[in-house]
C-alpha cells in the first residue's frame, strides 16, 4: 500500500468487532473505509465515530443474508465512491449445535452470509480489480475451515467452503495482479458469540485461548502492505493445525475424549 496513493477498502461486518477494528485502522492509516453493515444505527455510529477522529468513511447498508442486498453491491459503491482497492469479507455469524441439532434454516442462514455473500463480492471486486491491474481480497476465515470441531460443524462447513474458495481465487488473482489472503484466527473476544445461534442445552462461550479485535486488525492491514496467503493469529493454531495435518486420527481421539466430557 502505497503512502502517494491513497486506498480505498470496503470492509464487511465492519459495525463492530474485528470489522470495526479494522475499519478504525485502515482509516488511521489514511484508507478510506466502506463500513458495511445490516443495522443502519450502528453503521451510522461507526462512520461518525472515525470521521470524528479525522478519518475517511462512508455507510454501506446491506443484510448479507439477502442476495438481492448483495448482488452488484460493489459495482454501487464503486459508482458513488470510486474504485475498491481493498476488499475485506469479514462478516459472518455462528451456530453452536450437533449435526442433528442444527434445523435446515440454520444451514441456508449460515452458508448465504458466510459464504454465498462473500463469494459474490469478491467474484465481483475481483472482475473489476483484474480491469485495473492491482486489488487486494482479505477473507477473514477461521481455524476451523482446516478443522472441524464437534458442535461447531455447520459453521466450520462454511469456513471451509470459504478457505477452498478462497485458495482458487488466490491463484486465478496472480497473472491479473489481484491478491488474496485468507486470515484464520481461533477465537476473538467480540460480539460474535453473543450474536451467534445456538441449539444445544450448553452456552456458546469464548475460548480460553482468545485474542482481540485489534490484534486480528493488524493482522488484517499487515497483510495488505504485505500479501500473504493465509494468516493465522496465533501460534497455538498454527501448531495445533500442522499437527491434525500430520496426525489427524490422533486429534479425532483427542477431540472426541474432550467432546464426551462436556
Known amino acids: 500500500m502505497s503512502e502517494s496513493s491513497p486506498k480505498r477498502a470496503l470492509i464487511t461486518g465492519a459495525s463492530s468487532g474485528i470489522g470495526r477494528a479494522t475499519a478504525e485502522l485502515f482509516a488511521l492509516k489514511g484508507v478510506e473505509v466502506g463500513i458495511l453493515a445490516e443495522i443502519p444505527e450502528q453503521v451510522e455510529e461507526a462512520v461518525r465515530?472515525?470521521?470524528?477522529?479525522?478519518?475517511?468513511?462512508?455507510?454501506?447498508?446491506?443484510?448479507?443474508?439477502?442476495?438481492?442486498?448483495?448482488?452488484?453491491?460493489?459495482?454501487?459503491v464503486e459508482a458513488e465512491h470510486g474504485p475498491v482497492d481493498v476488499l475485506v469479507n469479514n462478516?459472518?455469524?455462528?451456530?453452536?449445535?450437533?449435526?442433528?441439532?442444527s434445523r435446515p434454516e440454520d444451514l441456508r442462514l449460515l452458508f448465504e452470509v458466510n459464504f454465498f455473500?462473500?463469494?459474490?463480492?469478491?467474484?465481483?471486486?475481483?472482475?473489476?480489480?483484474?480491469?485495473?491491474?492491482?486489488?487486494?481480497?482479505?477473507?477473514?476465515?477461521?481455524?476451523?475451515a482446516k478443522?472441524?470441531?464437534?458442535?461447531?460443524?455447520i459453521y466450520a462447513a462454511t469456513k471451509a467452503a470459504m478457505h477452498a474458495f478462497s485458495q482458487a481465487l488466490r491463484i486465478e488473482g496472480k497473472s491479473v495482479g489481484v491478491h488474496v489472503t485468507e486470515i484464520l484466527p481461533m477465537s476473538v473476544r467480540t460480539p460474535f458469540f453473543d450474536n451467534a445461534r445456538n441449539r444445544s442445552e450448553?452456552?456458546?462461550?469464548?475460548?480460553?485461548?482468545?485474542?482481540?479485535?485489534?490484534?486480528?486488525?493488524e493482522k488484517i492491514y499487515?497483510?495488505?502492505?504485505?500479501?500473504?496467503?493465509?494468516?493465522?493469529?496465533?501460534?497455538?493454531?498454527?501448531?495445533?493445525l500442522g499437527l491434525d495435518s500430520l496426525f489427524p486420527k490422533l486429534m479425532d481421539t483427542i477431540l472426541a475424549r474432550r467432546h464426551r466430557k462436556t
Open 147 to 153: 478443522r472441524a470441531l464437534p458442535g461447531l460443524g
Open 49 to 76: 465515530s472515525i470521521n470524528d477522529l479525522g478519518g475517511r468513511a462512508f455507510p454501506v447498508h446491506a443484510d448479507l443474508s439477502r442476495p438481492e442486498d448483495v448482488e452488484d453491491r460493489i459495482h454501487q
Open 91 to 101: 462478516a459472518g455469524i455462528g451456530l453452536q449445535g450437533e449435526i442433528v441439532e
Open 202 to 217: 450448553r452456552p456458546y462461550e469464548i475460548s480460553s485461548f482468545s485474542t482481540t479485535p485489534e490484534v486480528v486488525a
Open 222 to 240: 499487515r497483510a495488505v502492505r504485505h500479501p500473504a496467503p493465509e494468516v493465522y493469529t496465533s501460534t497455538l493454531s498454527r501448531i495445533a
Open 117 to 144: 455473500a462473500m463469494a459474490t463480492l469478491s467474484r465481483e471486486a475481483f472482475g473489476l480489480m483484474a480491469k485495473r491491474g492491482g486489488g487486494h481480497i482479505i477473507n477473514v476465515s477461521s481455524a476451523s
